[in-house]
Protein backbone atom coordinates (compact mmCIF):
# COMPACT_ATOMS: atom_id res chain seq x y z
CA UNK A 1 0.00 0.00 0.00
CA UNK A 2 1.08 3.00 -0.71
CA UNK A 3 2.19 6.11 1.98
CA UNK A 4 -0.22 8.32 0.38
CA UNK A 5 -3.10 5.71 0.98
CA UNK A 6 -2.45 4.84 4.11
CA UNK A 7 -2.19 8.82 4.77
CA UNK A 8 -5.83 9.11 3.39
CA UNK A 9 -7.16 6.13 5.03
CA UNK A 10 -5.85 7.32 8.47
CA UNK A 11 -6.94 10.54 7.48
CA UNK A 12 -10.39 9.50 6.84
CA UNK A 13 -11.06 7.08 10.11
CA UNK A 14 -9.88 10.53 12.21
CA UNK A 15 -12.10 12.37 10.95
CA UNK A 16 -14.88 9.75 11.92
CA UNK A 17 -13.55 9.36 15.35
CA UNK A 18 -12.72 13.22 16.30
CA UNK A 19 -15.10 15.42 14.06
CA UNK A 20 -19.10 15.40 14.66
CA UNK A 21 -21.31 15.93 11.85
CA UNK A 22 -21.56 19.28 10.61
CA UNK A 23 -25.22 19.49 10.04
CA UNK A 24 -27.20 17.48 13.08
CA UNK A 25 -23.67 16.75 15.60
CA UNK A 26 -23.90 12.75 15.20
CA UNK A 27 -21.92 10.30 14.32
CA UNK A 28 -19.90 10.37 10.46
CA UNK A 29 -19.23 6.47 9.54
CA UNK A 30 -16.73 5.85 6.54
CA UNK A 31 -18.14 4.67 3.02
CA UNK A 32 -17.38 1.71 1.30
CA UNK A 33 -13.63 1.88 -0.86
CA UNK A 34 -13.79 3.46 -4.01
CA UNK A 35 -17.60 5.21 -3.15
CA UNK A 36 -18.07 7.73 -6.18
CA UNK A 37 -16.83 11.31 -4.85
CA UNK A 38 -17.44 10.80 -1.07
CA UNK A 39 -15.46 8.95 2.11
CA UNK A 40 -17.68 10.11 4.75
CA UNK A 41 -21.48 9.97 5.45
CA UNK A 42 -23.05 11.12 8.94
CA UNK A 43 -25.22 8.42 9.99
CA UNK A 44 -28.21 10.66 11.26
CA UNK A 45 -28.65 13.03 7.75
CA UNK A 46 -27.60 13.03 4.51
CA UNK A 47 -24.43 14.48 5.07
CA UNK A 48 -21.50 13.44 2.98
CA UNK A 49 -18.05 14.65 2.66
CA UNK A 50 -14.88 13.88 0.90
CA UNK A 51 -11.44 14.15 3.58
CA UNK A 52 -8.60 15.47 2.16
CA UNK A 53 -4.99 15.21 4.13
CA UNK A 54 -2.11 17.10 4.44
CA UNK A 55 1.19 15.30 5.53
CA UNK A 56 3.11 18.10 6.60
CA UNK A 57 4.13 19.32 9.90
CA UNK A 58 1.37 21.15 11.64
CA UNK A 59 1.40 25.10 10.98
CA UNK A 60 -0.45 28.26 12.41
CA UNK A 61 -2.03 28.63 8.95
CA UNK A 62 -4.85 26.58 7.45
CA UNK A 63 -5.34 26.33 3.90
Do not use: H, W
Request: with cysteine; charged share 25%; proline share 10%.
Amino acid sequence: MSKNKESGDDGEKEVCDFVPCPNCGKKLMLLPPNYPLYDVQCTGCSFRAQVKTNNTRPKAQIF
